[in-house]
């Protein structure tokens, strides 16, 4: 699984990238300059889906 930590520039430029091995923490700065990576924006995608998936089976076992 893969999580998205969004921070300030600041944290971006001062904190190291963090991998665990059955996790990958992929930090992404808000208000950079980076080229579209269309890999990441799939990845990204991929996982809001999953996440929204996720939720509505929660939401129905709820009901």
């Known amino acids: 699984m893969r999580f998205f930590r969004f921070f300030k520039k600041a944290k971006a430029l001062n904190g190291p990238v963090n991998t665990k091995p059955k996790q990958e ?21 991929n996982t809001l889906e999953n996440s929204i998936r996720r939720i509505k089976k929660f939401e129905e076992a709820l009901k």
């Open 25 to 45: 923490i992929i930090r992404v700065p808000i208000g950079s300059r980076v080229p579209r990576n269309t890999d990441i924006d799939q990845l990204i995608d």
